[in-house]
């Protein structure tokens, strides 16, 4: 990985717009858990079953590789970071994430929780992270987990790479202009028991990053007023 150069101002202005996005939401703490849209809900969440579990959102400027497509909104060296699910892996397989896993006993919470297994998936040094807050807890009824995203700001960059290839088959980093721009955005469609079911998603880097991830980035997006116009009924059939 190249050493990135110092922060530009707008890539501290992104900064500045995540921190407050997350104090904002940290203020409204204790708030009920966030629904999928009704577009991606299979089925109840099972309060019987039901798992906790955390996501690292690390934004920052990870690489000296600029946006494809850049624009007004981002600085073009902004980045995210995913790692694809290995095809071997039992649920969501082959699927694009944010790092990220189940909340264990002796994790302390879901920060903790997204920094550790951020550290187990990719290698990434934590001590790198500037952790910005969490978000409300979202839930994934499809395997019974209620997830808590985290952001982070990678202020002190550290390479990053599959650790373990039955869990990850790629790790990369998106910038986020790409990830905005209309052209790269798509819904996602599932057609389960003559039922279909759609998600935003966002085609990058011959990716896919749809499902609950997708939710999620748009969600995010849509919340920090970076959303770009574009054309939800240009569908993609996933499965």
């Given at each position: ?147 808590t995203p985290v952001l ?14 039955t869990e990850s088959a ?70």
């Open positions: 990985m190249e050493r990135p150069g110092p922060e530009t101002g707008t890539l501290r202005g992104a900064r500045a717009q995540l921190e407050a996005l997350a104090s904002a939401h940290h203020a409204a703490s204790g708030a009920t858990p966030r629904r999928l849209p009704e577009s991606w809900r299979f089925r109840p969440l099972d309060p019987q079953t039901v798992q906790r579990a955390a996501v690292l959102i690390l934004f920052g400027r990870l690489d000296d590789r600029p946006a494809e497509h850049p624009h007004d909104v981002v600085p073009e060296e902004l980045d995210v970071l995913f790692v694809q699910r290995a095809d071997t892996l039992r649920k969501h397989a082959g699927q694009v994430a944010f790092p990220g896993g189940k909340i264990d006993p002796d994790d302390e919470g879901p920060i903790a929780a997204a920094l550790r297994e951020a550290e187990e998936e990719t290698g990434l040094d934590p001590a790198g992270v500037d952790v910005l807050g969490a978000l409300p807890e979202t839930e994934l009824p499809v395997s019974d987990f209620l997830v982070g700001w990678w202020a002190r960059p550290s390479q990053v790479c599959v650790v373990d290839p790629h790790v990369f980093r998106a910038p986020v202009a790409d990830l905005l721009d209309p052209a790269n955005r798509v819904s996602a469609v599932v057609v389960r028991g003559g039922e279909k079911f759609t998600s935003p998603a966002f085609l990058v880097q011959d990716m896919l990053i749809w499902g609950f991830t997708g939710i999620v980035v748009s969600r995010l997006f849509d919340e920090l007023g970076w959303t770009l116009d574009w054309d939800e009924t240009r569908e993609h059939r996933v499965l």
